[in-house]
């Protein structure tokens, strides 16, 4: 069967009544083992000392991604980069990786109004960093005080971080990138 590692009862073999279930990798010499870095499961038989995510795809929590072994470093790429593609048809050496943590990150749409003084767009930039919000894109206003931006943040602390940014910001607009109302699908 493709995708699952078989198990051989091999004592049943031997003695029926003592019963041991070995995987036949192990036998093998392929001992996977598996080491968590962040967000990210990797599972090889080699000694990974570091991982990191590749800079030409900029791989996000929940897209699909491999790995490639460099040494004791594992690069992280998204499934679809045109690098990744190339290091496969080169036959270069890959393990298995997983995202940990069970994907409830939302992508939104943020305009908030911030006074045109030195420091505020930073100091609201704090605040995102403080209630774990990643900022995928950021643009300002040349002729306003408006800044429009998307992030990435949990779903499920989504009206907890509203109504704290809306305590301290003036938002304008709070909107998630798959919009229910209209149904329509917000891109940046």
């Known amino acids: 069967m493709i995708g699952v590692i078989p198990f051989i009862d091999v004592a049943k073999f031997k003695n029926p009544e003592k019963s041991i279930i070995i995987n036949p990798y192990l036998i093998m010499g392929y001992d996977p083992r598996s080491k968590e870095s962040e967000n990210i499961r990797i599972l090889s038989n080699k000694n990974i000392n570091e991982m990191e995510f590749s800079f030409c795809c900029h791989p996000k929590m929940g897209d699909e991604i491999v790995g490639f072994l460099d040494k004791k470093k594992v690069i992280i790429h998204h ?16 393990v298995y990786v997983e995202w940990v943590k069970e994907n409830h990150i939302g992508k939104y749409f943020i305009v908030v109004n911030l006074q045109n003084k030195k420091g505020e767009l930073a100091k609201f930039l704090n605040e995102l960093v403080k209630l774990n919000i990643f900022v995928t894109s ?35 607009e709070f909107t998630s990138s798959k919009d229910a109302y209209n149904g329509k699908v917000k891109s940046h």
């Open 138 to 172: 950021i643009e300002l206003g040349v002729n306003s005080d408006f800044c429009q931006m998307w992030v990435e943040l949990d779903d499920k602390n989504l009206e907890k971080i509203s109504n704290k940014l809306k305590q301290n910001y003036k938002i304008i």
């Open 79 to 94: 499934k679809l980069c045109s690098t990744a593609t190339e290091l496969i048809r080169s036959n270069k050496e890959m």
